[in-house]
């Protein structure tokens, strides 16, 4: 066995040697297949053509976003000319296979770079099955997700595995109390179908009481039960934890005392699905109020502070329970892990095209920032401020005040996840280097 184990090592070690010197292999040809091709003076046109059309098409979006009546019209116009451009300068030189070969080998050396780096889940993350709920309890609100509850006949198949039900009504209800009423009369387990809000809620309690709680991913997009590796596309297979279960502890977010699951958001996003208009029409909405949030005429000026950090005046500030992944532009991919015991904290400030050039090169002295931390607080010029919980809009006390309460909730899960993987891993040199070059130093026997 332990052969076995060893023997996998050096597979996979010497598999991401391999990965990680084929990156570097396509990225050294991304660079020298347009110079054999094209020649220098042309490979730095493309280069200067390539840039130059980059930086405009940024600038453009950012008055896009920030301004209204004919410049929004023309910076459009802008953002849809300069990629046509740039095509048209490079068919004209006769270059454009040029540029499209590089492009398909810098394509290539990300996906193996990808490759080297990704780490498979380990032996450690596969938990014991643990013993029937027997008198398990479930919450579900036949309106989320446009009707989940219904389509997949959750109600029903809940029941036959012996779990009591209650469907949530139009009327407002206290699901926190209708949760701890269950335990107190001898509900072993709680869950949810609904949005991820309510789960939210019903954790709290869950944790609270120390029973186990079961995610059924029966919202509208259902992020927690994403990051638990749940299968969003039939939410009657959540169910399987009932069957046979294995649990997991996470971590669990605080607001002002309030419970979160997920994130909780600030600035502009906050202001816009405050907005009433917002539910019957998003785009619409967020256009209309991005220019005066940009501007700073409307909104609350925020400041930031956590772990000895202060950001002041952004426009969006982002807490969640655990750090999401840093595989796309904000950072707000997925969470590999709930389980760290920190929040993550974003806080995105753009105020001219400048930033918002240095934002798509993630600069960091203005523009995007991603910390972790134990607690963070938000501090607003007025005595109230709206904040995405969940997806749901409150308004809050200020300061508002996030802290992590690490462990506190069991999770049952079904055994076979199929979702559950990890998150794609940020690229890096550094290490793709150490992993082509330098073999790893023999532990002494």
């Known amino acids: 066995m332990i052969n076995r184990r060893k023997d996998a090592v050096l597979f996979e070690s010497a598999g991401s040697r391999w990965w990680a010197r084929a990156a570097f292999l396509f990225a050294f040809l991304t660079a020298a297949v347009p110079l054999l091709w094209a020649g220098v003076a042309s490979t730095m046109g493309v280069l200067l053509v390539s840039v130059g059309t980059v930086v405009v098409t940024v600038a453009g979006l950012y008055w896009v976003l920030a301004s209204r009546g004919i410049l929004r019209w023309v910076s459009a116009v802008i953002v849809l000319i300069a990629p046509l451009v740039m095509l048209i300068v490079f068919i004209r030189a006769e270059l454009l296979a040029a540029v499209m070969s590089a492009c398909v080998l810098a394509l290539s050396a990300v996906c193996c770079a990808r490759a080297a780096l990704h780490k498979p889940l380990s ?37 036959d595995l012996g779990a009591e039900v209650v469907l949530l009504g139009p009327a407002t209800v206290d699901v926190t109390a209708l949760a701890q009423d269950a335990v ?7 869950g949810v179908a609904g949005g991820d809000g309510t789960q939210a809620l019903v954790a709290a309690v869950a944790a609270e009481c120390g029973v186990p709680f079961v995610v059924i991913s029966a919202g509208t997009r259902n992020h927690f039960a994403m990051d638990l590796g749940l299968d969003r596309t039939d939410p009657s297979l959540c169910l399987d934890a009932l069957r046979d279960g294995v649990e997991v502890s996470v971590d669990l977010g605080r607001i002002n005392g309030r419970p979160f699951v997920n ?14 208009a917002y539910r019957n029409d998003k785009a619409g909405t967020v256009l209309s109020a991005i220019p005066d949030l940009l ?9 930031a502070r956590f772990g000895g950090v202060q950001v002041t005046g952004p426009q969006a500030v982002l807490v969640s329970n655990n750090p999401y992944g840093t595989g796309d532009l904000a950072g707000l991919s997925r969470r590999a892990r709930l389980d760290r015991g920190v929040l993550g904290v ?3 400030s753009v105020a001219n095209t400048r930033q918002a050039v240095g934002l798509l090169r993630r600069a960091k002295i203005r523009g995007l920032t991603q910390h972790t931390t134990v607690e963070a607080v938000v501090e607003a010029d007025t005595a109230e401020v709206p904040v995405g919980v969940d997806g749901e809009t409150l308004m809050l006390t200020s300061p508002v005040r996030c802290t992590i309460e690490p462990g506190v909730l069991r999770v049952r899960l079904p055994r076979n996840l199929p979702n559950l993987r990890p998150a794609e891993p940020p690229i890096d040199w550094v290490r793709l280097s150490q992993l082509a070059w330098h073999r790893g130093r023999r532990r002494a026997s």
């Open 184 to 190: 107190e009369r001898g509900a072993d387990l709680l």
């Open 346 to 348: 974003v806080t995105l």
């Open 263 to 276: 994130n909780a958001s600030f600035g502009v996003y906050a202001e816009i699905v405050r907005s009433p």
């Open 295 to 303: 501007a700073e005429h409307t909104g609350s000026r925020l400041t």
């Open 123 to 159: 032996d450690k993350n596969i938990a014991p099955s643990v013993a029937r709920a027997e008198r398990p309890f479930f919450i579900m609100n036949p309106r989320s997700g446009g009707g989940k509850v219904a389509k997949f006949d959750l109600e029903r198949k809940a029941e």
